[in-house]
Structure formats: C-alpha cells, structure tokens
C-alpha cells in the first residue's frame, strides 16, 4: 500500500519472488543456450540466431503457461497465493523475453531483403486461405502487442487510472495473449518438428492451464447464488469465525465478505480497491481486513483504509433474523459507515486503531 | 478450526507456509531448467548446408544462362570447381544477380564468390558488382538442353539459399516467410525432391516455358506438395517447369 507513485515499493518479498522467477528463466535459458547443444549430434549446428530466437521463444511460453496456472492453483490451494503477490513482474518479464525472441526473429528471418523488416514481416506470406503455410507470424504479433499492453498498464498508476474493474478486464488479454501464443506455435514450429518433445512439452503446459482453470472453475461452482431483492441469507450466526469472513454471491454477481471481528459482524464488498483481489479470503490483521493478493487494509465498518490511504471498498447492511445472518443487497458507497452487528452472547471489545501497513 | 498460514506481502511469511513457498521455488527453477534442456536438445537436425568460408573465394568461367533464374555453366574451373559442373548465382542477403547476369545471358563470363554447399546442391553468392560477376573473353561454347518429358514429383519449394546452407535450419514452414522474401528477391528456387530424379534431389524449379516461379506456386512454399511439370537438363543441372495447376499437397 501506499500514498503515492513509485516506479516499484520493494521489500524483500518481492526481492525473494524476482530472484527466484530471474533464477528460473536464467536457468532455462543457460540450459537451452549453452547445456543441450552438446547434446545434439547434428553435423552442422542450428544457426545461433535461430537457436537464440527458439530458446526465448520457448522460454516466454513456459513463462506465460506458469503465470496462467497460478491464478486457479491458488483458488484450488490457498498457499498458492503468495505466488500471485509479485506476478505482474513476472509478466512485464515475460515481454521482454519475448519481445527477445520477436527481436531475433526479425533481424534473421526479415532482414538482408530490400524490403523494410517490418513490411516484410507483414506481406512476405500471405497464405491466409490455408492452415498449414499460415502466416502464424501474425499471432506472435498479436501476443507481443497484448503482452506489452499488460505490461505498459502494469503500474499502480493505470489500475487507479483505469479503475480497478476496467485495469481486470484488460488484463484478461493475458488469455487472447495465450491463445493467440498457442496457435503461433502450432501453425509454425510444431508443424515441421521431427522430434516430438517439445510438442508433448507444449501440450502438456497448455493442459495443466485448461485443466487447472477448469478445477477452479468446477471448485466454485456450487456457490451458492442469492435470489434477486432484498435482504439475502449468508447462515447461521455460529458459522462465524473469529478474524475470518464468510463470502456470499449476490444476484448480481458481486460478493459481498460478511467478516467476524471481536463479536460482531460487518459486510464489505470482496472485492480489494487494488486489484479485485477476494478480500473475503484475506483475514483481520490488527483490527484491519487484510487482502490476501497484496495486503491492502481496510476497516471493516466503513470499508476504508487507515489514514493517510485512501483507498475504500463498499459496505453493506446486515441483520439478525433469530440465528440466521442477512445481508442486503444493495452496496452502499463506499466508505460509507455502517455499524456492527453483535452477535448474541459474543464478547464485545472496544477496537483499537489500527495500524498503517 | 486449525489456523492456517496467512501469508501478507509486506510481512515476512509464516513459518509454515515457507517450506512450502521454498518447494514450490525449487520446483520452478528445476522446472523451467529442466525444460528448458529437454526443448533445446530436442531440435532437429538442420542439415549439412553451409557457406564454405573455409573453401576460400572461388572463381571460374563459364556460360551464363537465364533459365530465367541465372545459372553458370562452368569452362574454366578450379581446384574445386570442375569444368562442366553447373551452378545457380546469388547476390549477398535475400537478392539474386538478375540485374548483372541478364546482359551477359549465353556469354563467357567470370564469376567470383563464395560457395554455398549442401550435399550435391551447389550456389554461389557472387561479389558485389563487376569483382563478382564480369564478361570473359572468349567464344561461349553451346550448352547441352536434353529434355527429359514431363515429371510427376513430390517435395518442398524452397530458397535455394537458405536450403544450401545460408540458414540452418534453411526450410519448413517456420522458414515461409524468409523463404517468400529471398524468393522476392529474385533468390533462385529449388525443388527438394522426396525421391531421386535422376539421380539428383535438388531441381532448379520455373514456372512453364522457361517463365519465374509463379505467384501461385507462393502459397505452396515450404509444404510438401505434388504438382507435374516439364524437366529439363541445361548442362549439369536439372530444371523443372512445374504446372502450378497440378500442384496438390501431399501427406
């Protein structure tokens, strides 16, 4: 969290997770490089360029494949979040590796011709009725553009300038970025391989994404969905855990985070003003909601977070019906005050402030 | 209910969640390492073509003939380089010699260059302006045509360049593009022929009557087609005038 703009707010938990993502990628990257051609008994080797191009290719593959599995390994496994904390360096990463490989690419395969690269890129095959022999280049242009836009719009500064909602929607380009990956690969090098390792690695990495999001998917679909109009049942007053919060789906697909604090029971929105991240999975860390993505805070009463931040979630209004916990609808705006409801017998305890994260 | 690790950016992590959050490291570096071993060694061969620096700067006389693509029919040769052989010309980069062979078409010239080699296909990519390509003097003696009627073959067009061995991997359909580009630029195009066409694999290849490869033929580049057409051997190599209306993709 914080009041203002800077380039990066490290700490050494994003130092840990850009040492550990650099070591892969090095690693991967050294191995492929310099480790497997003397595994090769080819006569004469691949041209460097083209092996260069094919290594950074393979590795922005491999990179974008674990970020996308990421996401629904940590709704499946909630000691996978950590991993999301620092994931959008791994993606500004995985735009430079592959803007390496497009590099590669275009000062081998499109250059030494009269024509600019560039043009050439777009008009030297223009085979479009057909699938073996498409320009699959045009996907790998697609991909690199999405991925610099995801990039370029990573900062803090275009998610509150965007707004959290559209900041999320266009970083779902991370699947047409995938997608359009996939279909560059296998209308071009998977065509013509001999050997078939690196098409199962392929296939096997495209599936753990599908199947991965598909188990998340099928983990979540039995979330109960409230009827449409006013005040809506979340359970039973003794389903409520201390510090923790039960998540409730509205008609109108929003969820709404119903938390416990010392006895008495307050709704915010689930979704975190940062990133949309389930604040309903988070936790009361010193009097505060806790998001598990990134650690933004918030008072669970009126949905704010601690001075001097400015960031605020909507609350919304509970009642007790005997021992049945309803919530309404209707979001208020947010930071708007709402007081707590005690539960019956639950001790009671003046908060103290919280402290800034 | 068991208090679960929670973990907070900004906060040094649970102990419990550690071993975890180490595993999961470790398993990603030896992940991407391991992978990234596995799909480098896993690359196929791309042939024996190269640009034979090592054999020096060749030169030689011999015949230059349009077929439209320009081809020199060797008199004078080398040490290397025998009388007789027959050999496409090439500019440096994606370019042919067009411009400089057409007004020598069907006269002695002498031609200077470095080799391109890829088994028994050979291309020479001559020196810029006259060090590379000038007229000789000399009568030009007649080149052999023997027609050797109409062929049904299966194979690859490709760039004759890049298949000799200025790229490696220098075909295939990850090759497409560059290939259409060299092709472009006026780069002579070569048939890789699945089977033995007497006794040569590598077919010069023009579209019919002695005509450029046709725009048609493009979309067939670097896929493994079957199309009839009329062979011919000019000296020592083998041109083949493929009929693009019977070209047909081949499993």
Redesign the interface.
């Not at chain 1, 997770?17 to 690693?27: E, G, I, K």
């Not at chain 1, 999405?146 to 900041?167: G, N, Q, R, Y």
């Not at chain 1, 199962?200 to 188990?215: E, N, P």
């Not at chain 2, 700067?57 to 025998?82: A, C, F, L, S, W």
């Given at each position: 969290m914080s009041v203002k703009y800077t380039p990066v707010q490290w700490n050494p938990n994003k130092w840990i997770y850009d040492a550990v993502m650099l070591a892969a990628v090095a690693a991967f990257l050294w191995l492929f490089l310099y480790v497997s051609p003397e595994a090769l008994d080819h006569e004469r080797a691949v041209d460097p360029q083209i092996h260069n191009a094919r290594a950074f290719g393979a590795c922005a593959f491999m990179m974008l494949t674990v970020i996308l599995c990421i996401g629904p390994a940590a709704r499946l496994d909630k000691r996978f979040l950590p991993l999301l904390y620092n994931r959008r360096h791994f993606g500004v990463m995985t735009t430079f590796v592959a803007i390496t490989h497009s590099g590669y690419i275009l000062n081998w395969y499109f250059n030494f011709s009269s024509s600019d690269k560039y043009v050439g890129l777009l008009y030297a095959n223009s085979s479009f009725g057909q699938i073996a022999g498409f320009p699959f280049e045009l996907f790998g242009i697609f991909a690199l553009i999405c991925l610099m836009i995801l990039a370029a719009t990573s900062h803090d500064f275009w998610l509150k300038f965007l707004t959290p909602p559209v900041w999320k929607r266009l970083h779902y380009l991370i699947y047409a970025a995938y997608f359009s990956v996939a279909a560059h690969i296998s209308l071009g090098i998977l065509q013509e391989q001999q050997n078939h390792v690196f098409t199962v690695m392929f296939m096997a990495g495209a599936a753990a994404v599908i199947v991965l999001h598909l188990a998340a998917w099928w983990s979540e679909r039995n979330d109960p969905v409230s009827k449409d109009g006013a005040w809506v049942k979340v359970g039973p007053a003794s389903s409520f855990r201390e510090g923790f919060a039960k998540i409730k789906r509205l008609a109108n697909g929003d969820r709404v985070a119903i938390f416990l604090m010392e006895g008495q029971l307050s709704a915010i929105a689930n979704a975190c003003a940062h990133q949309n991240g389930p604040l309903g999975e988070g936790k009361i860390i010193d009097c505060l909601v806790t998001c598990p993505w990134h650690g933004f805070q918030y008072d669970v009463r009126s949905g704010r977070s601690p001075a001097p931040f400015t960031e605020m979630v909507p609350t919304y209004r509970l009642r007790l019906v005997g021992d049945m916990v309803e919530v309404h609808p209707d979001a208020n705006p947010p930071g708007t005050y709402v007081d707590p409801v005690p539960l019956p017998g639950a001790a009671t305890e003046p908060t103290p402030e919280g402290e800034p994260a | 209910?068991s208090e679960?690790?929670?973990?907070?950016?900004?906060?040094?992590?649970p102990g419990p969640?550690r071993t975890?959050?180490l595993s999961?490291?470790v398993l990603?570096?030896a992940?991407?390492?391991?992978?990234?071993?596995?799909?480098?060694?896993?690359?196929?061969?791309?042939?024996?073509?190269?640009f034979r620096f090592d054999y020096g700067r060749q030169t030689v006389v011999g015949v230059v003939e349009m077929t439209p693509y320009p081809v020199i029919h060797v008199v004078e040769g080398n040490d290397r380089i025998k009388p007789g052989d027959s050999f496409m010309m090439t500019a440096?980069?994606?370019?042919g010699v067009d411009g400089r062979a057409m007004p020598l078409n069907g006269q002695l010239a002498q031609v200077s260059g470095v080799v391109l080699e890829r088994g028994d296909l050979y291309m020479m990519q001559v020196r810029g302006g006259r060090n590379g390509l000038q007229a000789a003097e000399g009568e030009a003696p007649e080149i052999a045509v023997e027609p050797q009627g109409r062929w049904q073959l299966t194979g690859e067009i490709c760039d004759g360049k890049c298949l000799a061995?200025a790229?490696?991997?220098g075909r295939?359909?990850?090759?497409?593009?560059?290939a259409?580009?060299?092709l472009?630029?006026d780069v002579p195009p070569i048939f890789v022929s699945s089977q033995p066409v007497l006794g040569e694999e590598f077919l010069l290849v023009t579209g019919p009557g002695g005509t450029r490869l046709p725009r048609e033929a493009?979309?067939?580049?670097?896929?493994y087609i079957t199309a009839e057409g009329e062979l011919t051997r000019r000296g020592d190599l083998l041109v083949w005038e493929i009929d693009t209306d019977t070209i047909e993709?081949s499993e």
């Amino acid at each position: 969290m914080s009041v203002k703009y800077t380039p990066v707010q490290w700490n050494p938990n994003k130092w840990i997770y850009d040492a550990v993502m650099l070591a892969a990628v090095a690693a991967f990257l050294w191995l492929f490089l310099y480790v497997s051609p003397e595994a090769l008994d080819h006569e004469r080797a691949v041209d460097p360029q083209i092996h260069n191009a094919r290594a950074f290719g393979a590795c922005a593959f491999m990179m974008l494949t674990v970020i996308l599995c990421i996401g629904p390994a940590a709704r499946l496994d909630k000691r996978f979040l950590p991993l999301l904390y620092n994931r959008r360096h791994f993606g500004v990463m995985t735009t430079f590796v592959a803007i390496t490989h497009s590099g590669y690419i275009l000062n081998w395969y499109f250059n030494f011709s009269s024509s600019d690269k560039y043009v050439g890129l777009l008009y030297a095959n223009s085979s479009f009725g057909q699938i073996a022999g498409f320009p699959f280049e045009l996907f790998g242009i697609f991909a690199l553009i999405c991925l610099m836009i995801l990039a370029a719009t990573s900062h803090d500064f275009w998610l509150k300038f965007l707004t959290p909602p559209v900041w999320k929607r266009l970083h779902y380009l991370i699947y047409a970025a995938y997608f359009s990956v996939a279909a560059h690969i296998s209308l071009g090098i998977l065509q013509e391989q001999q050997n078939h390792v690196f098409t199962v690695m392929f296939m096997a990495g495209a599936a753990a994404v599908i199947v991965l999001h598909l188990a998340a998917w099928w983990s979540e679909r039995n979330d109960p969905v409230s009827k449409d109009g006013a005040w809506v049942k979340v359970g039973p007053a003794s389903s409520f855990r201390e510090g923790f919060a039960k998540i409730k789906r509205l008609a109108n697909g929003d969820r709404v985070a119903i938390f416990l604090m010392e006895g008495q029971l307050s709704a915010i929105a689930n979704a975190c003003a940062h990133q949309n991240g389930p604040l309903g999975e988070g936790k009361i860390i010193d009097c505060l909601v806790t998001c598990p993505w990134h650690g933004f805070q918030y008072d669970v009463r009126s949905g704010r977070s601690p001075a001097p931040f400015t960031e605020m979630v909507p609350t919304y209004r509970l009642r007790l019906v005997g021992d049945m916990v309803e919530v309404h609808p209707d979001a208020n705006p947010p930071g708007t005050y709402v007081d707590p409801v005690p539960l019956p017998g639950a001790a009671t305890e003046p908060t103290p402030e919280g402290e800034p994260a | 209910m068991s208090e679960k690790p929670f973990f907070v950016g900004y906060l040094p992590a649970p102990g419990p969640l550690r071993t975890f959050l180490l595993s999961a490291c470790v398993l990603l570096i030896a992940g991407l390492a391991g992978a990234g071993f596995l799909m480098g060694a896993a690359q196929d061969d791309p042939g024996p073509g190269a640009f034979r620096f090592d054999y020096g700067r060749q030169t030689v006389v011999g015949v230059v003939e349009m077929t439209p693509y320009p081809v020199i029919h060797v008199v004078e040769g080398n040490d290397r380089i025998k009388p007789g052989d027959s050999f496409m010309m090439t500019a440096g980069g994606k370019s042919g010699v067009d411009g400089r062979a057409m007004p020598l078409n069907g006269q002695l010239a002498q031609v200077s260059g470095v080799v391109l080699e890829r088994g028994d296909l050979y291309m020479m990519q001559v020196r810029g302006g006259r060090n590379g390509l000038q007229a000789a003097e000399g009568e030009a003696p007649e080149i052999a045509v023997e027609p050797q009627g109409r062929w049904q073959l299966t194979g690859e067009i490709c760039d004759g360049k890049c298949l000799a061995g200025a790229m490696r991997p220098g075909r295939g359909l990850a090759h497409k593009a560059c290939a259409n580009l060299c092709l472009l630029g006026d780069v002579p195009p070569i048939f890789v022929s699945s089977q033995p066409v007497l006794g040569e694999e590598f077919l010069l290849v023009t579209g019919p009557g002695g005509t450029r490869l046709p725009r048609e033929a493009y979309d067939f580049v670097a896929q493994y087609i079957t199309a009839e057409g009329e062979l011919t051997r000019r000296g020592d190599l083998l041109v083949w005038e493929i009929d693009t209306d019977t070209i047909e993709l081949s499993e």
